[in-house]
């Protein structure tokens, strides 16, 4: 299966630890999306990366988030300090070109539970 | 105005029925738009791309407003499959982001 892959597919973690989602996209695809959903709200937007470079990151709270795409491995994104408000599902989504001519193609998500 | 803003739910229909999503936008520099659908806080999936005026894919037919900046979903003869949340996608810039509508959820009853 050649889709968006991410791990974990759900992270527990206590107030004040770390939570790293990884996200693999299609082969092929270069722009990689990150996107919250919270429990009974729709998708927001929170970081477009290409390949070492980040191209719109305004959807990323201003503090304790962080995305990367390095060259080689999958897209991390890096949560800091966890509250429980960030609680949520994390969906990465990955395109091979322009998404206003594509596709998105999303990975099934990763939960993250703050407790 | 909200960037993209849909119909609120849910709709409740019975299998059979012809059933409507309705959804605005604010930005009018956009030229693509999409419906995305998503089972039970799924993944979402594309379901239709809407260029032109409108479109229509067997049962399914979109229909895009630009002068209102509106797109419409129709959906005819419901099946009990297709009860989902359905997400209205406008692209904020030319090759950016996506924004997604908060959704329209729908259940069909047998």
């Known amino acids: 299966n050649a889709g968006v892959m991410q791990n974990p597919r759900h992270l527990v973690r206590r107030r004040g630890q770390e939570a790293r989602l990884r996200c693999s996209p299609m082969?092929?695809?270069?722009?990689v999306y990150w996107y919250r959903q919270l429990p009974e709200e729709g998708l927001k937007f929170m970081v477009y990366?290409?390949?070492?470079?980040?191209?719109?990151e305004s959807g990323m709270p201003k503090e304790r988030f962080s995305a990367e795409f390095p060259k080689e491995g999958p897209s991390i994104l890096r949560i800091q300090q966890v509250v429980r408000g960030d609680s949520a599902a994390y969906f990465c989504?990955?395109?091979?070109?322009?998404?206003?001519?594509?596709?998105?193609?999303f990975g099934e998500g990763s939960r993250l539970t703050v407790l | 105005r909200k960037e993209v803003e849909q119909d609120p739910g849910p709709f409740n229909v019975p299998e059979g029925a012809t059933v409507a999503f309705n959804c605005t936008y604010s930005?009018?520099?956009?030229?693509?738009f999409f419906w995305y659908r998503q089972d039970c806080r799924k993944e979402p999936k594309l379901l239709m791309s809407?260029?032109?005026s409108g479109n229509e894919d067997g049962r399914f037919t979109a229909q895009l407003n630009r002068a209102s900046q509106y797109i419409s979903l129709l959906i005819r003869d419901s099946k009990l499959s297709d009860s989902a949340t359905y997400l209205c996608?406008?692209?904020?810039?030319?090759?950016?982001?996506?924004?997604f509508g908060q959704g329209t959820e729908l259940s069909v009853k047998p």
């Open positions: 989504a990955s395109s091979h070109s322009r998404v206003d001519t594509g596709e998105l193609f």
């Open positions: 996608v406008v692209p904020y810039n030319q090759g950016g982001k996506l924004i």
């Open positions: 082969k092929g695809h270069s722009h």
């Open positions: 809407v260029y032109s």
């Open positions: 990366l290409q390949k070492e470079n980040i191209i719109d």
């Open positions: 930005n009018s520099a956009s030229q693509s």
